[in-house]
């Protein structure tokens, strides 16, 4: 089975060492790109505490690129006269994204406390 990119909903093939796909990638800001590469390397060989500034900075890569491909599709559907309801349904899963994310940096601050 291939390794695919793991930017929300997205799922296309990228080489196993990649977070995400080209495509994926160049919608994340160039600083949090720098980010997800530092802290990949502090990361241990068992989930800890270790893991927490890497978690966060994927986390956020990975919701910044979806936040950028949703907001995208919400001006096309804008300038496209999509009705009010199909408009709804972006804003609603970028409200959804918003809650993954709080999520995964609770997580990081769980992982934190592991050795604090």
């Given amino acids: ?8 909903h997205c799922g296309a093939p990228c080489p196993p060492k990649h977070l995400l796909c080209p495509a994926c990638w ?3 800001p160039g600083v949090l790109q720098r980010e997800v590469h530092r ?3 502090l990361r241990g060989t068992t989930r800890d505490h ?3 500034p890497w978690w ?3 986390a956020q890569a990975r919701y910044e690129s979806y936040r950028v491909r949703m907001r995208a599709k919400l001006v096309a559907a804008r300038s496209s006269g ?3 309801a199909d408009q709804l349904i972006v804003e609603a899963a970028l409200t959804r994204a918003q809650a993954w994310l709080n999520q995964q940096l609770d997580i990081a601050k769980d992982m934190e406390r592991l050795n604090a």
Avoid: E, F, I, N
């Avoid at 089975?1 to 929300?8: A, I, K, Y």
């Fill in 1 to 8: 089975m291939p390794h695919c990119c793991h930017g929300l």
């Fill in 26 to 28: 160049a919608h994340v």
């Fill in 39 to 41: 802290t990949v390397k």
């Fill in 50 to 52: 270790t893991w927490a």
């Fill in 56 to 58: 966060r900075a994927q």
């Fill in 82 to 84: 999509v009705s009010d």
